[in-house]
């Protein structure tokens, strides 16, 4: 399937759904789901998490860059993220970004989520450069997905 990025001009749209995903009430839950690349890393909804290699450990450097958070908004949580089948607990932990907000992490890397994603496991984006670096997925482990 050929990927097609949104363009910054159809973000706004998008941004009120990604800004509903994102604030929700409770603990953020990490999934791990069978895809077409592999084993990867899901949020609770089955949607693909991404990490950006621009991003330092357990530093989110999207926030900086115009633009990057409406795109790839940060898998937020309200509490202790919880750990699904096959993710390790261990791995898991938050950072705090602008707004006192608390960003799931996963083995020191902030996660993401890709407006573009409308359903569960899609790997489309996966290896995509923008933003000055490149989204992959993750695996149980931590290491990058390609």
């Known amino acids: 399937m ?9 973000l706004a749209a998008l941004l009120l759904a990604a800004t509903a995903v994102a604030a929700s009430p409770r603990p953020a839950t990490i999934k791990l789901a069978k895809t077409g690349v592999g084993p990867l890393l ?6 693909t998490v991404y990490m950006f290699t621009k991003d330092g450990r357990n530093k989110n ?3 900086r860059v115009s633009g990057c958070e409406l795109t790839w908004p940060p898998v937020i949580t309200n509490g ?4 699904g089948p096959g993710v390790k607990a261990s ?3 938050t950072i705090t970004i602008s707004g006192g907000r608390h960003q799931v992490t996963y ?5 993401y989520t890709y407006v573009g994603d409308f359903g569960p496991r899609q790997t489309d984006y996966i290896g995509t450069p ?10 149980a482990t ?5």
């Open 2 to 10: 050929k990927r097609r990025l949104i363009p910054a001009v159809g």
């Open 80 to 83: 202790r993220p919880t750990a």
């Open 107 to 111: 083995a020191g890397h902030p996660l």
């Open 91 to 93: 791995l898991l932990s």
């Open 61 to 63: 450097r999207c926030g």
């Open 142 to 146: 931590g290491g990058k997905v390609t």
């Open 130 to 139: 923008q933003f000055g670096g490149t989204w992959y997925g993750v695996n």
């Open 42 to 47: 899901t949020n609770g909804s089955g949607r």
